[in-house]
Each structure stands twice: as C-alpha cells, then as structure tokens.
Nanobody
Framework: QVHLVESGGGSVQAGGSLRLSCEAS????????MGWFRQAPGKEREFVSS???????TYTAPVKDRFTISRDNAKKTLYLQMNSLKSEDTAMYYC????????????????WGQGTMVLVDS
C-alpha cells in the first residue's frame, strides 16, 4: 500500500511559479511510476506529467516547457515545478502512483493523494 500526500498549492498571479510536492509513505515508491493529474471545476481529471522508474518524464503538450517533474527517492517525494503559470492551469492537482505501469490514463493509477489546489489569477 502507498499513501500519498500533496502540498504546495496556492494562489498565484499569471506568469508566476509554484512547486508541488507529493510525499509517499508505506511501500517504497522508487520503482513506481509517479504521476501528476489535474481536475478543473466541471471538467474531467486529466494527465499532466509522469516519471517512470528510470526517471524518464512525460508531459502533456499544454505544460511541456513550463512544468518539470522530478523525484527524490531517498525522501520518497515527487515534485512538480510549475513556471509561467496561466489561468487555464487552475485546477486541483493530484499525485498518483502505479507499481507496474506508466500510463497517462487516470483510471490506470491505483494510488492517489487527496489533491492540492492551484489557483492562477489572471
């Protein structure tokens, strides 16, 4: 079992930056695929970024070149550095983990955090 807790969300002006963290407890997540998803009000949860066990990242096109995913396995923590934030980045951001696969579909991840809210004010 893996327990995930996100932090770092908040309110920021457009063009600003935030760094999200996701701390894992329970089983070691060093061999897991770790991902970030987001869900805006009235919309479905969507893939943002993931990083596999070999530290190879994947990004959805709207955040590529603005967001950077990273992990510190010693601290069991996943990060998402978000720069040049836009109003359309406003959403609840969720951390997710999968031991066996690294898909971009939210339905394929078995472990989830409770989310952290990001509000970008234009």
């Amino acid at each position: 079992q893996v327990h995930l807790v996100e932090s770092g969300g908040g309110s920021v002006q457009a063009g600003g930056s935030l760094r999200l963290s996701c701390e894992a407890s329970g089983s070691s997540t060093s061999g897991y695929c770790m991902g970030w998803f987001r869900q805006a009000p009235g919309k479905e949860r969507e893939f943002v970024s993931s990083i596999n066990s070999r530290n190879i990242p994947t990004y959805t096109a709207p955040v590529k070149d603005r967001f950077t995913i990273s992990r510190d396995n010693a601290k069991k923590t996943l990060y998402l550095q978000m720069n040049s934030l836009k109003s359309e980045d406003t959403a609840m951001y969720y951390c997710a983990a999968d031991r066996d696969h690294c898909y971009t579909s939210a339905t394929r991840f078995p472990y989830w955090g409770q989310g952290t809210m990001v509000l970008v004010d234009s």
